[in-house]
C-alpha cells in the first residue's frame, strides 16, 4: 500500500503525482513541482529533520554546479532574455539536488522505491493508452493512414525522444520488479504483457536512439542473467523482440525509413561531399552531421568559456549560414547533444561535469552490481548523445529527478 500518511503525505502525494504526470501531461508539471517544493518545506519546518547528504560520489552536486554555470555564464552572454529562460528550464537542477540531499526525503523514499517506481510505470501505460487512443482516432476519422500510429503522429504531447526514453525507463523498472519480487504467475504474466505493449510503443515512437537502447538493455539484463541461471525466458523475450523489430522494418516505411537513415549516413571522404549529401538527402540522422559539424566550429573559439547560456543558438545560427545548412537556419537547431550544449554554453567546466554525472551513475552501477543503474546509465548517455535533453523541461524534470532518485537510495527495498 502506498504511504500516505502522517508528515510524510505533504511531500510524498505531490511527488508521487510528479512522476505520474511527466509521461501523461507536462503542462501540469511546473505545478505540482511547485506542490512539492511547498509541501517539503513544511515536511521539514513540522519534522525539523534538516539533515543534509552531501557526497562527490553521487550527483547532487554536480547538477547544483551545472546549474551555478549555466547562470555564471549569463555576465558574458549577450541574449539576457533567452539566458534566463533556459535557466529556468534548467531549475529542476537546483530543485532535486536540494530535495535528494534531505536525509530525511531520502529515507522515506528508500522505503517508498518499489512504489515510486511502480507508480512511474503506471504513469507511462497511462500515456500509451492514451496515445495509442488518439492514434486510433486520428486514423478512423482523419488520417485513414498507418501513419497515425509512428513517430511525431502519435506522439502528439512530446517529441518522440523523450516519450520513448520515459518508456524505455519504465521497462528497466518492470525488468527489475520480476527481477527482484516473488510475485504470483498472475502478477507476473500481467508484467509480461505490459512490457511486450511497451517494447510495441517504443517501436512505433521510432526513436532512433531509444531503440538502440532497448536492445542494449537487453543485451544487459541477458548477460547479466545467464550467470544467474535465470536467463531462459529474458532470451526467448529478447528474441520476441528481434522478430518484432524485424516485422516493423519490412511492414512500415515510416519505420524502415528512420532505420535506414543510420544505414545511409554519408559515405563521401570529402568534407564538402558529406555537405552536400547531406544537404540532399535531408533527414535527422543527416541534419546531425551538419549540426555537430558547426557545434564543434563554434567550440574550436570559445573552448574554455563557451558563448553564453543566451547566445548558443545565435552563434549556431551564424554557422549554419556559413555551412550552406539552410533546415538548421529556419528551425534554430541547438547542438542536439547535450555534452556539445555544454561545452557552447558554459565551456569546458560544463561539458566535464555532466560527464562526470554519468560517470558517477555508471560507478556506482557496477561497483554495487545494481543492474537498473547501470541500465539507466545507458538511456541516459545515448539520449544524451543525440538530443539536447536539458534544452526543455520534459527533459530536465526527468533526467534530473529520475538520475538524483536512482543515485540517492541506497537500497532496494519491499
Same mark, same amino acid.
Given at each position: 500500500?502506498?504511504?500516505?500518511?502522517?508528515?510524510?503525505?505533504?511531500?510524498?502525494?505531490?511527488?508521487?503525482?510528479?512522476? @505520474?504526470?511527466? $509521461?501523461?501531461?507536462?503542462?501540469?508539471?511546473?505545478?505540482?513541482?511547485?506542490?512539492?517544493?511547498?509541501?517539503?518545506?513544511?515536511? /521539514?519546518?513540522?519534522?525539523?529533520?534538516?539533515?543534509?547528504?552531501?557526497?562527490?560520489?553521487?550527483?547532487?552536486?554536480?547538477?547544483?554546479?551545472?546549474?551555478?554555470?549555466?547562470?555564471?555564464?549569463?555576465?558574458?552572454?549577450?541574449?539576457?532574455?533567452? *539566458?534566463?529562460?533556459?535557466?529556468?528550464?534548467?531549475?529542476?537542477? =537546483?530543485?532535486?539536488?536540494?530535495?535528494?540531499?534531505?536525509?530525511?526525503?531520502?529515507?522515506?523514499?528508500? &522505503?517508498?522505491?518499489?512504489?515510486?517506481?511502480?507508480?512511474?510505470?503506471?504513469?507511462?501505460?497511462?500515456?500509451?493508452?492514451?496515445?495509442?487512443?488518439?492514434?486510433?482516432?486520428?486514423?478512423? @476519422?482523419?488520417?485513414?493512414? @498507418?501513419?497515425?500510429?509512428?513517430?511525431?503522429?502519435?506522439?502528439?504531447?512530446?517529441?518522440?525522444?523523450?516519450?520513448?526514453?520515459?518508456?524505455?525507463?519504465?521497462?528497466?523498472?518492470?525488468?527489475?520488479?520480476? %527481477?527482484?519480487?516473488?510475485?504470483?504467475?498472475?502478477?507476473?504474466?500481467?508484467?509480461?504483457?505490459?512490457?511486450? /505493449?511497451?517494447?510495441?510503443?517504443?517501436?512505433?515512437?521510432?526513436?532512433?536512439?531509444?531503440?538502440?537502447?532497448?536492445? %542494449?538493455?537487453?543485451?544487459?539484463?541477458?548477460?547479466?542473467?545467464?550467470?544467474?541461471?535465470?536467463?531462459?525466458?529474458?532470451?526467448?523475450?529478447?528474441?520476441?523482440?528481434?522478430?518484432?523489430?524485424?516485422?516493423?522494418?519490412?511492414?512500415?516505411?515510416?519505420?524502415?525509413?528512420?532505420?535506414?537513415?543510420?544505414?545511409?549516413? $554519408?559515405?563521401?571522404?570529402?568534407?564538402?561531399?558529406?555537405?552536400?549529401? =547531406?544537404?540532399?538527402?535531408?533527414?535527422?540522422?543527416?541534419?546531425?552531421?551538419?549540426?555537430? %559539424?558547426?557545434?564543434?566550429?563554434?567550440?574550436?573559439?570559445? /573552448?574554455?568559456? *563557451?558563448?553564453?547560456?543566451?547566445?548558443?543558438?545565435?552563434?549556431?545560427?551564424?554557422?549554419?549560414?556559413?555551412?550552406?545548412?539552410?533546415? *538548421?537556419?529556419? &528551425?534554430?537547431?541547438?547542438?542536439?547533444?547535450?555534452?556539445?550544449?555544454?561545452?557552447?554554453?558554459? *565551456?569546458?567546466?560544463?561539458?566535464?561535469?555532466?560527464?562526470?554525472?554519468?560517470?558517477?551513475?555508471?560507478?556506482?552501477?557496477?561497483?554495487?552490481?545494481?543492474?537498473?543503474?547501470?541500465?539507466?546509465?545507458?538511456?541516459?548517455?545515448?539520449?544524451?548523445?543525440?538530443?539536447?535533453?536539458?534544452?526543455?523541461?520534459?527533459?530536465?524534470?526527468?533526467?534530473?529527478?529520475?538520475?538524483?532518485?536512482?543515485?540517492?537510495?541506497?537500497?532496494?527495498?519491499?
Amino acid at each position: 500500500m502506498l504511504k500516505l500518511k502522517g508528515k510524510e503525505f505533504y511531500f510524498l502525494l505531490p511527488f508521487y503525482l510528479v512522476l @505520474f504526470f511527466i $509521461p501523461l501531461y507536462k503542462k501540469v508539471v511546473s505545478l505540482l513541482i511547485v506542490f512539492l517544493i511547498v509541501g517539503t518545506v513544511y515536511y /521539514l519546518i513540522n519534522s525539523k529533520r534538516w539533515g543534509i547528504i552531501i557526497k562527490f560520489s553521487e550527483i547532487n552536486l554536480y547538477w547544483f554546479l551545472l546549474w551555478v554555470m549555466f547562470a555564471t555564464s549569463l555576465l558574458y552572454t549577450e541574449n539576457i532574455d533567452a *539566458g534566463v529562460f533556459d535557466l529556468q528550464v534548467k531549475a529542476s537542477m =537546483v530543485i532535486f539536488s536540494f530535495f535528494f540531499s534531505l536525509k530525511s526525503i531520502r529515507d522515506v523514499l528508500c &522505503k517508498e522505491f518499489y512504489h515510486i517506481i511502480v507508480i512511474w510505470i503506471a504513469g507511462i501505460f497511462a500515456s500509451f493508452l492514451y496515445h495509442i487512443g488518439f492514434a486510433v482516432y486520428d486514423y478512423i @476519422f482523419r488520417s485513414h493512414s @498507418f501513419d497515425s500510429f509512428f513517430y511525431t503522429f502519435l506522439s502528439n504531447s512530446f517529441h518522440p525522444s523523450y516519450l520513448s526514453m520515459y518508456v524505455v525507463t519504465g521497462l528497466i523498472f518492470l525488468h527489475e520488479i520480476m %527481477l527482484r519480487k516473488r510475485l504470483d504467475q498472475l502478477t507476473n504474466a500481467i508484467i509480461i504483457v505490459v512490457q511486450f /505493449l511497451l517494447v510495441l510503443f517504443v517501436f512505433l515512437l521510432s526513436s532512433k536512439a531509444n531503440i538502440i537502447s532497448l536492445f %542494449l538493455i537487453y543485451v544487459l539484463y541477458t548477460s547479466y542473467l545467464i550467470k544467474q541461471k535465470r536467463w531462459t525466458w529474458f532470451l526467448g523475450y529478447f528474441l520476441v523482440m528481434i522478430v518484432l523489430f524485424i516485422f516493423f522494418l519490412l511492414s512500415f516505411s515510416v519505420f524502415r525509413d528512420r532505420i535506414l537513415q543510420v544505414v545511409n549516413f $554519408p559515405s563521401s571522404k570529402s568534407l564538402e561531399q558529406k555537405k552536400v549529401q =547531406v544537404q540532399s538527402e535531408g533527414g535527422s540522422t543527416h541534419d546531425r552531421y551538419l549540426i555537430y %559539424l558547426s557545434s564543434l566550429q563554434v567550440i574550436e573559439k570559445n /573552448l574554455c568559456l *563557451g558563448v553564453g547560456v543566451g547566445d548558443v543558438k545565435q552563434e549556431l545560427s551564424k554557422k549554419y549560414l556559413q555551412n550552406n545548412f539552410k533546415k *538548421g537556419i529556419e &528551425k534554430r537547431y541547438n547542438a542536439h547533444n547535450q555534452f556539445l550544449q555544454n561545452w557552447l554554453a558554459t *565551456g569546458l567546466v560544463g561539458f566535464l561535469l555532466l560527464l562526470v554525472v554519468v560517470f558517477n551513475i555508471f560507478r556506482k552501477g557496477f561497483y554495487e552490481q545494481k543492474i537498473y543503474l547501470i541500465a539507466f546509465g545507458i538511456v541516459l548517455f545515448v539520449n544524451l548523445m543525440v538530443e539536447s535533453m536539458l534544452e526543455t523541461q520534459a527533459g530536465s524534470v526527468f533526467i534530473v529527478l529520475m538520475s538524483s532518485f536512482l543515485m540517492s537510495t541506497q537500497e532496494i527495498s519491499g
